[in-house]
């Protein structure tokens, strides 16, 4: 098993505890990690200076946004969303990207947890995004999540039938 492997291996904390996190949730274990690995993750948040800042702390987030409790989620959302104002853009591409999926991943947060009305943090997020069409994506999802916090359910189901349209069934089969 390539997880074990890494974890025997002479590598750093970093790289055995993303792998262990990958590993936890590809295969729909989260719940095995131990509360040391937990514990472990949660405070590599601390050890840099700021998060929001560092690409591979923001991977890390979002990789393990299952771990955290809601609250802490939406605290660490509006850290991110600060930080963000009027800089996002400019950063480069593959931090804009991780940036919009943890955005996406928390809409998922707020849906799972009834909590619609904290959405707003994440949008502000994706507006601050570069205009390009490589990130059309989490702007349509960002809408399909507006609208269906909204209780707006024709345009939410209008973005539906343009995803299942365009091909892209296997995002919109993970929407609620």
Request: proline share 2%; glycine share 4%.
């Amino acid at each position: 098993m390539l997880v074990q492997k890494i974890q025997n291996a002479a590598m750093d904390e970093n790289t055995k505890i993303s792998a262990r996190l990958i590993d936890a949730v590809v295969n729909n274990k989260i719940n095995d990690l131990t509360q040391r690995e937990i514990t472990q993750i949660k405070r590599k948040f601390f050890e840099v200076d700021d998060w929001t800042k560092n690409i591979t702390t923001l991977q890390l987030f979002c990789n393990s946004m299952l771990l955290f409790d809601f609250d802490e989620l939406v605290l660490f959302v509006k850290k991110m969303e600060k930080t963000c104002k009027g800089k996002l853009m400019k950063l480069p591409f593959n931090t804009q990207k991780i940036i919009a999926s943890i955005c996406i991943n928390y809409f998922h947060n707020c849906y799972t947890n009834d909590c619609g009305q904290d959405a707003s943090y994440g949008y502000e997020i994706i507006e601050e995004l570069a205009n390009i069409p490589d990130f059309g994506i989490y702007v349509i999802v960002t809408n399909f999540y507006k609208a269906y916090f909204q209780g707006n359910k024709k345009q939410s189901q209008q973005i539906l039938d343009f995803l299942n349209q365009n091909g892209l069934n296997e995002i919109s089969s993970r929407l609620p």
